[in-house]
C-alpha cells in the first residue's frame, strides 16, 4: 500500500486487546508485539479504518497492492494469516469477516486514541525513544528485520554491515520500532555520522541520552532499553570500547551498530546487509513475476512518487529489470534513479546509467550529505582508506567479473608493491564492505558491486594508471589461457 500510505497518522488504534500503533506500524497485544507481514498489516490498516463498513475484494487489491497484479488467493492467504495472528474466531470473538460476493468487514469496535494519551505509566514508559518519523514504507527487508527483532534482545550487540547506500539505517530504525515495547526504558538512536572525532563520542551520546555533559553513565546500569549506534564506520576504535564498557556495566543493555565493517568488539554478531532482489533476465515475463523483487518494488513505489500515474507496463520489463541489475539492487542507487523518472522516462534512464555518478545526484534534501548522492556515499567510503587500500581498490577496477586473490596478485603486485601487502589491502576492503568474498568449489573469489567498480575505474583513469593495468590484465589473462588448458582464466572470471 505503499501509494496510499498517509505521513501523519498519529492516532492508535484500539480493539480487543490490541493497539495498532499506525506510525509505527506495531500492532501490540498487551505488552508483546505481534510478527506480522507487510501486507496483513496493510490489509488490516484499510480495514480497521473502514470499520463496521464492507470492503470488497477489488479494492482491498488496489489498495494493498497497487502496482501489482495479483489472484484474489494472494488476498484469501493475507485474510487467513491476520485472522490466525488475532486469534480471530477463538473465544467468540471476531474480527473479519467475509461478506459473500461483496468482500471483508471489520466487525470489533475501534477506539481511536491520539498518540502520545497515555493508557498507563507503564506505557508511556514503554514509548520513551527519539527515533524519527518514518515517512516511507521498509521494502524487502521483512526476512532480516524480523531476524533482528528476535534476536537482539537474546544476543545485545548485533553489528548490521553493508557498503554505503543499502539501508542500514533503514533496517535498523525499523527494527527500532518494532522493539519499542520491549524495552521498558526506551529506545534511543545515536547518529554518530555527526560527528568526527572519537573524544566526543561519550558527550554525544550523553547528549542524545538528555545528560548533562559530564554526567556519568552509572544511572544506565539497571535501565532496560536498546540503543542504535548508527554509522560507526569512522569511529571504529571509540565505538568498540564504548560498547564493551556498556555491556558490562548494564547487563539489561542492548545494542544494534550500525557500520561499513564490523567493530570485532567482544560478543559482537555479525549480520551483513544484502542488496534488494533484482530480477534475473529469464524472469522477466510479466508484471506480476517482476514485481516479486525488492528492488523492482522500491523503484516502482518511488517512480510513483515523483511521477503520478506512474503504472509499469509489459514493455517496460527489460528496462527496469536492467536499471536494477546495473544499479545492484542497492537502495539507495534505485531511489536516485527513480527521483530522474520524470525528466527522462525509463529508455533515458537506463541509457544514461553508463554515467550514473553524474546522473545520480537528486537525493533527498533531508538526507544527510553523504546520501544525497551515490558519489557522495562512495566518497565517504573512499576517503577514510589508507593510500595503500586507495590504490590497490583502484587497480582491481580492471577486473570485470569475480576473481581470485591470486588472479589480483598476478596483475597488480611489484617491487614497489609486494603480494603479502596486496593480500593486505584485499582483506581490508573486503572488511569495509567495498569488496565482497564469494566462497564456491574450494576457491574464494572477490567482487565488486557494479557501482563501487565504476567509482574505483574514474578513481584510476583520474590517477594516470587505467591503459598500463588494462595491459597488465590483459597480458595476465593472455599467459592464464596457456596455463592448464585456461583454468587459471576459468578461475578469474567465471
Not at 40 to 51: F, G, H, K, T
Not at 202 to 225: I, K, S, Y
Not at 305 to 333: N, T
Not at 452 to 475: C, I, N, P, Q, V
Amino acid at each position: 500500500m505503499n501509494s496510499l500510505t498517509h505521513l501523519h497518522r498519529e492516532a492508535v488504534l484500539h480493539f480487543g486487546p490490541y493497539a495498532f500503533h499506525q506510525r509505527q506500524r506495531l500492532i501490540l497485544e498487551g505488552d508483546r508485539p505481534l510478527r506480522m507481514g507487510g501486507r496483513a498489516l496493510d490489509i488490516l490498516q484499510v480495514l480497521v479504518e473502514r470499520a463496521g463498513t464492507v470492503v470488497s475484494k477489488d479494492e482491498l487489491i488496489a489498495q494493498v497492492w497497487p502496482t501489482s497484479v495479483v489472484e484474489e488467493i494472494n488476498l484469501r492467504v493475507h485474510i487467513a494469516a491476520l485472522r490466525r495472528a488475532l486469534g480471530d474466531g477463538q473465544d467468540g470473538q471476531r474480527y473479519i469477516v467475509n461478506i459473500p460476493q461483496c468482500g471483508y468487514s471489520f466487525v470489533a469496535p475501534v477506539q481511536h486514541v491520539p498518540a502520545g494519551v497515555p493508557v498507563s505509566i507503564q506505557t508511556v514508559q514503554k514509548a520513551q525513544h527519539n527515533l524519527p518519523a518514518r515517512l516511507t514504507p521498509v521494502t524487502g527487508r521483512d526476512s532480516i528485520v524480523g531476524s533482528l527483532v528476535r534476536q537482539l534482545p537474546l544476543r545485545r550487540l548485533m553489528t548490521l554491515v553493508g557498503p554505503g547506500g543499502i539501508g542500514k539505517t533503514t533496517v535498523a530504525l525499523r527494527v527500532a520500532e518494532l522493539l519499542l515495547q520491549h524495552y521498558q526504558d526506551g529506545v534511543w538512536r545515536v547518529d554518530l555520522g555527526a560527528i568526527d572525532d572519537p573524544a566526543q563520542v561519550l558527550d554525544h551520546l550523553r547528549r542524545t541520552l538528555e545528560l548533562d555533559v559530564g554526567t556519568p553513565l552509572d544511572g544506565w546500569a539497571q535501565r532496560h532499553a536498546l540503543l542504535v549506534l548508527d554509522n560507526c564506520e569512522h569511529l571504529l576504535e571509540r565505538c568498540r570500547t564504548l560498547v564493551e564498557s556498556l555491556l558490562i556495566a548494564a547487563p539489561r543493555l542492548s545494542i544494534l551498530v550500525t557500520s561499513r565493517e564490523p567493530l570485532l568488539a567482544a560478543g559482537e554478531t555479525l549480520v551483513r546487509l544484502p542488496p534488494l532482489a533484482v530480477p534475473p533476465v529469464c524472469e522477466l515475463q510479466s508484471v506480476a513475476q517482476v514485481m516479486g523483487y525488492s528492488a523492482v518494488q522500491l523503484f516502482v513505489s518511488r517512480a510513483r512518487a515523483r511521477q503520478q500515474g506512474f503504472v509499469l507496463r509489459e514493455q517496460d520489463l527489460i528496462a527496469v529489470g536492467d536499471i536494477c541489475r546495473r544499479l545492484d539492487g542497492l537502495p539507495l542507487a534505485i531511489e536516485l534513479a527513480a527521483a530522474q523518472i520524470d525528466a527522462l522516462a525509463l529508455v533515458g534512464l537506463q541509457a544514461q546509467l553508463d554515467n550514473c555518478f553524474q546522473l545520480l545526484t537528486q537525493g533527498r534534501r533531508t538526507a544527510v550529505p553523504r546520501h544525497q548522492t551515490l558519489k557522495a556515499a562512495l566518497d565517504w567510503s573512499y576517503e577514510r582508506l589508507s593510500p595503500l587500500e586507495q590504490t590497490v581498490l583502484q587497480r582491481l577496477a580492471v577486473f570485470k567479473m569475480a576473481f581470485t586473490l591470486d588472479a589480483a596478485i598476478g596483475v597488480m603486485s611489484c617491487a614497489v608493491l609486494l603480494p603479502g601487502r596486496v593480500r593486505e589491502a584485499v582483506e581490508h576492503l573486503v572488511l569495509k564492505s567495498l569488496l565482497s568474498l564469494e566462497q564456491g568449489s574450494g576457491v574464494s573469489r572477490y567482487r565488486f558491486l557494479n557501482t563501487t567498480r565504476m567509482y574505483a575505474l574514474e578513481k584510476l583513469e583520474h590517477s594516470g594508471g587505467g591503459r598500463d593495468f588494462e595491459r597488465r590484465y590483459a597480458r595476465y589473462i593472455s599467459r592464464a589461457r596457456g596455463i592448464s588448458g585456461g583454468q587459471v582464466a576459468l578461475q578469474l572470471v567465471e
